[in-house]
């Protein structure tokens, strides 16, 4: 921000019309966008049970964009982006955490599992592919 004030004042000093300075303000702000908290992952085709109790969602789409979801919910119906690390999960479950769900803005907090659980937890421990923890993934202990 302070090089958009030392340009701003720069500016002011050559003596351009008020107009003229807000739009070159304005343009220099609109460089100052959100930068993203980093490369999208994206779950492909695994059947997705977003908290205890859901219905399982099949054919699944979960987007993570740095520690937190971006977007879930059917690959028919979620698009995905271009520029993303895509993980074929087809055949897989995808489970929250103990105590998490998996929604929008939440966490991503997650099993992989390699069967259909009993509830949210693995039918057996051998199940666990893989955590996601905050986003990054974890292999199993």
């Known amino acids: 921000?302070?090089?958009?004030?030392?340009?701003?004042?720069?500016i002011l000093r050559?003596?351009?019309?008020?107009?003229?300075?807000?739009i070159l303000i304005l343009l220099?702000?609109?460089?100052?966008?959100?930068?993203p908290q980093g490369r999208l992952k994206v779950l492909i085709g695994a059947t997705t049970i977003v908290a205890p109790g859901a219905p399982p969602v099949e054919d699944?789409?979960?987007?993570?964009?740095?520690?937190?979801?971006?977007?879930?919910?059917?690959?028919k119906d979620v698009p995905v982006p271009q520029a993303s690390d895509r993980?074929?999960?087809?055949?897989?479950?995808?489970?929250?955490?103990?105590?998490?769900?998996?929604?929008?803005?939440?966490?991503?907090?997650?099993?992989?599992l390699r069967h259909?659980?009993?509830?949210?937890?693995?039918s057996n421990p051998s199940d666990?592919?893989?955590?996601?923890v905050a986003g990054e993934w974890e292999l199993p202990h």
């Open 87 to 112: 993980i074929d999960l087809t055949g897989e479950w995808v489970v929250p955490a103990a105590g998490a769900r998996i929604a929008v803005g939440e966490t991503a907090n997650m099993m992989v």
């Open 28 to 35: 220099a702000l609109a460089g100052c966008k959100k930068q």
């Open 1 to 10: 921000m302070s090089r958009v004030f030392h340009a701003a004042h720069a």
């Open 116 to 122: 259909a659980p009993n509830g949210i937890q693995p």
């Open 128 to 132: 666990v592919t893989s955590h996601i």
């Open 60 to 75: 699944s789409i979960v987007i993570i964009e740095g520690k937190k979801i971006r977007a879930v919910g059917l690959r």
């Open 14 to 22: 050559l003596r351009m019309p008020k107009k003229a300075i807000w």
